[in-house]
């Protein structure tokens, strides 16, 4: 039978991305991430593994919840029992509150370096080592050209690399395959018990590369991201006005 248009268009699609460092998925087995509607804005609707992946922030607040959703994508991906490292000047994450993500502080290797350019060499060597499942770098900088390092390193090795560095209000054009913001949002109780509830994030995909950005609420709650309806975050606006 002759192909369709939706046929030639799924092949060119499949062609173009290796060349885009999106290798093929064929052979390997998706990870679901537990992302939920947002995974339709990935290509072929699976989170890119084996690619760079930035989060920018200019406020400290911003950087802590970059964290706790970066160490909830981890909780997924170190499930199958790879190591990972995470490499920082000034490190932002607790490693003690990484257990309430499902990752126990020792599986993952915590490297501290004092000069800048350390750790941009250790992140790119990191890369490389087809040993690691995922690599996680905080940088007060990043470059096309650095970040195009970084890229080739994993198309490579195919480890998922998270960089979180601080745009400073404008964030550098890059050879990152995705661009992510994440900005904490007020948690809720049932029934308007007083305490704090789980960790709520709004997450915008600025950049994806052949995917569709957007934004999306998420929370994490048993031991996995819950995607908050806009309807739900209205009620709770509404309720704090009244209340």
């Not at 993952?108 to 250790?122: E, T």
């Not at 007060?140 to 480890?159: H, I, P």
């Not at 809720?188 to 007083?194: H, I, Q, S, T, V």
């Not at 957007?214 to 509404?238: A, M, V």
């Amino acid at each position: 039978m002759p192909a369709t248009k939706a046929d030639i268009i799924a092949q060119l699609r499949r062609d173009i991305f290796p060349l885009q460092g999106l290798k093929s998925t064929l052979g390997t087995t998706a990870v679901d991430v537990g992302l939920g509607p947002l995974r339709y804005a990935f290509p072929n609707s699976s989170f890119p593994l084996g690619a760079i992946h930035e989060f920018c922030f200019d406020r400290i607040e911003h950087a802590t919840a970059s964290c706790g959703f970066i160490a909830g994508v981890l909780s997924t991906l170190m499930r199958q029992g790879g190591a990972s490292l995470w490499i920082s000047s000034s490190r932002k994450i607790f490693p003690p509150a990484l257990k309430s993500f499902g990752i126990e502080p020792d599986k993952i290797i915590f490297l501290d370096l004092q000069k800048q350019r350390d750790v941009l060499w250790a992140m790119e060597e990191a890369l490389k080592c087809e040993g690691l499942t995922t690599v996680v770098g905080e940088t007060k900088e990043l470059n096309f050209t650095v970040s195009r390092r970084l890229q080739l390193a994993v198309e490579q090795s195919r480890v998922t690399g998270f960089i979180l560095y601080n745009t400073q209000g404008c964030p550098n054009t890059t050879a990152s395959v995705s661009r992510w913001k994440i900005t904490p949002l007020a948690s809720e109780l049932p029934n308007d018990m007083p305490g704090v509830g789980f960790p709520r994030w709004n997450v915008e995909l600025l950049k994806i590369r052949n995917g569709k950005p957007g934004s999306w609420e998420l929370e994490w709650s048993e031991g996995g991201f819950r995607h908050i309806s806009r309807i739900s975050s209205i009620k709770l606006e509404q309720r704090k006005k009244t209340g």
